[in-house]
């Protein structure tokens, strides 16, 4: 069974900076895509940022220039630094993984960011 084990978020001033972790262990994987989606209440999911094997990043318009998405294709890990955030990027933060020639996808539990004064 395919675990996604995610770290980081939790509660920050705007302004502040958090970073978030997902891994997949065990080389379970031969994983193309990795990236984060969020979801605020009474919202629908969607995407942060992506990144791919070939580190091919992708960002929602209203992230740029403050998140930054990393991998280490070794470790089948990625990493999100989200800098200069605001009150609307509180939502629960869901790592997502995609293989290749799969049409499986795999979800993180998710984490809860909360910017807030």
């Known amino acids: 069974q395919v675990q996604l084990v995610e770290s980081g978020g939790g509660f920050v001033q705007p302004g502040g900076s958090l970073r978030l972790s997902c891994e997949v262990p065990?080389?379970?994987?031969?994983?193309?895509?990795m990236g984060w989606y969020r979801q605020a209440p009474g919202t629908q999911r969607e995407l942060v940022a992506r990144?791919?094997?070939?580190?091919?990043?992708k960002y929602a318009d209203s992230v740029q220039g403050r998140f930054t998405i990393s991998r280490d294709n070794a470790k089948d890990a990625a990493y999100l630094q989200m800098n200069s955030l605001k009150p609307e990027d509180t939502a629960v933060y869901y790592c997502h993984v995609k293989p290749f020639f799969s049409v499986s996808e795999y979800w993180g539990q998710g984490t809860q960011v909360t910017v807030s004064s």
């Open positions: 990144i791919t094997r070939r580190l091919v990043k």
């Open positions: 065990g080389g379970v994987l031969d994983i193309d895509t």
